[in-house]
């Protein structure tokens, strides 16, 4: 996966809270294999229902502004795949689901936590706007307003340079072959028996 | 709600069952991420993603000996010989190659011990106390019953997990939630759930994890904890957990995969120091007392939309603008009227089964309502594992359903998210034992109200919504 840092794009709006992945992705298509592609998958059974769909209006949006708690529900990383392959590059909302929040990360998909969330919804409508996003300085600029997200700094080193977590953990390869070793001499019961 | 009490002398120096949990499996600590060893891995069906990533890198399954294949969301319910769609062979055929690649151990769809990933774990000894416990489904939190550390993850986390046997996560917040006094007649620990849900939204608990406390939580047998625990995700916390104590002992005890011997005695030893200590102190600590807990349906499109069964549904008019429009929009995909009672609201059939109610003892309280009655609605009853069903065929408990005119299937998630094509046909409403109500998750434009496997049975007697205290007296 290719890291990014700078990102400019166009922001649209989904004026919708509580965004579960089931919502994101329905389930009858989470057989295919990502080479398949996913992005026709987004909010399918919505977007069809739906004359107007914000995202069927503007379809090279890549920065997609929501209501809070998004990503809730099941841990179906299919719905961060689904949004990347679509060409989504970051998601703002007052807050997301703890799952879908690592899910985005390990995938380049910037979660913006913000209160603010609400008012640029409030002012963007069903209209677009351009966005610009520094991963380094973590900002998001939208229009004329500027937005100072928070991120960590684990993150933030993930998008930047796109890696998953497996890259940063083989350099631990000896700690915890170690911490396994003490495990199973320690805990003899951890083991499963049969 | 309030804080903790912080006036305990060192209180700084007690711990949470979550800092007990945490210290025991942490192999390193940097930038505020933790790397965790995971004692048990499960993985089913929807793995694949994480197995692919795994063979893009060409790396093998650190510890084999430590994961578990279940062959569950996809697995068909009937005719399990010919199955009919070609894209659930394929899924189920692709874990079963995965698990062979790597020496994983596998419950498949022809072993007699098959069922879903979070029934099957415990029921085979292989969730255990102080363990931590990882799958990629976020329902994981049903583990935490036995007071482990149990909690879903993303199919990138799966692949980490495969690869290295363990995680990097950031420690929650710790939070606790207390019931107070005693359960009335047919309030279960899915009416508990509902209840807190309900009370502090599906975000309420975000970031948070979840111990369970209190005279009516540890009144709770080991099956209803664990429905208790695996709904601590539809409150928006990843983990939910209750001390074990010699509930869990027992039921632990003997079972296939647990510990024997001297094996046992030093991991009781153990067991026993799982408890939050006295004084230890809590980010969030929540009440709710007993009383006040009543049969919960809910009526919407999240799970904190719930109502106790005789309460009538919201109407958005005197409702404040965020709230008003989001009872707006699920009132309407529901197809229901505002103001009018939730009670007495026709239901096109009904689901009893799932992770979150599909064992022995929900199938009993079921059929303690459904003995020698008709049900109005057709509805489908799928046991959470093949051992579940044997127990409930030994029990007849599969005559009473299947007399009262009920569908008596083999086990799987089903129709809790349709994958194996157990769905609910559009506009069709559903009384459900499971754990979602979203949009479409039991099939596109379904409506799902959840309650517990004894509403449901109620829901199927009268073909509405129906408060079960009445159709239950006398019979338990
Ligand atoms: S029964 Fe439903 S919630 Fe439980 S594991 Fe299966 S799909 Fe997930």
Redesign the pocket.
């Given at each position: 996966m290719a890291g990014w840092t700078v990102h400019e794009g166009q922001a649209v709006v989904l004026d919708r809270r509580d965004v579960d992945t089931d919502q994101l992705i329905p389930a009858r298509f989470m057989s295919a294999s990502r080479a398949e592609g996913y992005g026709g998958f987004l909010l399918h059974d919505l977007r069809e229902g739906e004359g107007d769909f914000p995202l069927t209006r503007h379809p090279q949006a890549s920065v997609l502004i929501a209501g809070p708690n998004f990503g809730c529900g099941?841990s179906r990383e299919a719905a961060v795949y689904a949004l990347v392959d679509a060409g989504f590059k970051a998601v703002v909302a007052e807050s997301f689901a703890d799952i879908f929040a690592g899910n985005a990360v390990n995938n380049g998909l910037l979660p913006i936590a913000t209160a603010q969330a609400a008012q640029i919804r409030a002012e963007l409508g069903g209209d677009t706007a351009r966005a610009h996003i520094d991963l380094g300085s973590r900002v998001l600029t939208l229009g004329s307003s500027r937005i100072d997200f928070d991120l960590s700094d684990t993150a933030q080193t993930k998008l930047m340079n796109g890696w998953d977590d497996i890259d940063l953990t083989r350099a631990y390869a000896g700690d915890i072959r170690s911490f396994r070793d003490r495990r199973k001499s320690d805990h003899t019961w951890v083991w499963p028996k049969a | 709600m309030g804080t903790g009490d912080c006036t305990v002398p060192g209180a700084g120096l007690m711990q949470t069952l979550l800092d007990k949990l945490w210290a025991a499996h942490e192999i390193r600590a940097e930038n505020g991420q933790s790397l965790l060893w995971v004692d048990r891995h499960l993985v089913h069906e929807g793995s694949h993603h994480a197995f692919a990533r795994l063979a893009d890198r060409k790396m093998a399954v650190a510890q084999p000996e430590l994961t578990f294949g279940v062959a569950?969301?996809y697995a068909p319910t009937r005719q399990r010989d010919s199955i009919a769609d070609p894209k659930v062979q394929v899924m189920l055929d692709r874990l079963d190659a995965n698990c062979r690649r790597h020496g994983i151990r596998l419950f498949g769809l022809g072993d007699p011990r098959q069922g879903?990933?979070?029934v099957i774990g415990p029921e085979q000894g292989l969730t255990l106390p102080g363990l931590m416990i990882n799958c990629g489904?976020?329902?994981t939190s049903t583990h935490g019953a036995f007071g482990a550390l149990a909690f879903g993850i993303g199919a990138t986390q799966v692949a980490h997990v495969l690869a290295t046997q363990t995680l990097w996560q950031a420690k929650p917040r710790a939070m606790r939630i207390r019931f107070d006094g005693r359960a009335g007649p047919a309030v279960t620990a899915k009416d508990m759930a509902l209840h807190w849900i309900s009370r502090l939204g599906v975000g309420g608990a975000a970031g948070h994890a979840v111990e369970y406390a209190g005279e009516a939580v540890r009144a709770l047998s080991m099956e209803a904890r664990m429905t208790l625990c695996n709904l601590s995700i539809e409150g928006g916390a990843r983990f939910g957990m209750i001390a074990p104590d010699q509930v869990t002992f027992d039921y632990v005890a003997g079972r296939p995969f647990a510990p024997e011997g001297a094996d046992w005695d030093r991991a009781l030893q153990m067991w026993q120091t799982l408890q939050s200590d006295a004084g230890a102190v809590f980010d969030i600590e929540a009440r709710f007392r007993m009383e006040d807990v009543a049969p919960t349906v809910t009526w919407g499109t999240t799970p904190d939309q719930a109502l106790p069964i005789g309460s009538c549904l919201p109407d958005p008019a005197k409702l404040d603008a965020t709230q008003a429009e989001a009872a707006r929009d699920a009132l309407d995909y529901m197809g229901l009227q505002p103001g009018r009672p939730l009670e007495g609201t026709p239901v096109d059939q009904v689901f009893l089964?799932?992770?979150?109610n599909?064992r022995i003892e929900d199938l009993r309280l079921a059929a303690a309502v459904l003995r020698g009655r008709r049900a109005r609605v057709p509805g489908l009853v799928s046991p959470g594992s093949m051992l579940v069903k044997q127990q409930a065929e030994a029990e007849g408990l599969d005559r009473v359903f299947r007399d009262a005119g009920l569908e008596w299937t083999a086990s799987g998630?089903?129709m809790?998210?349709g994958?194996n094509g157990d769905l609910v046909a559009p506009g069709q409403r559903c009384a459900s034992s499971?754990?979602?109500n979203f949009r479409g998750r039991q099939g596109r434009d379904a409506r799902t109200h959840l309650m517990s496997p004894v509403m449901v049975a109620a829901a199927a007697v009268t073909g509405t919504l129906t408060d079960a205290r009445p159709l239950l007296e006398g019979r338990i």
């Open positions: 099941s | 569950d969301h879903i990933v979070h489904d976020s329902h089964g799932s992770c979150t599909g998630c089903s809790c998210v994958m499971t754990n979602r």
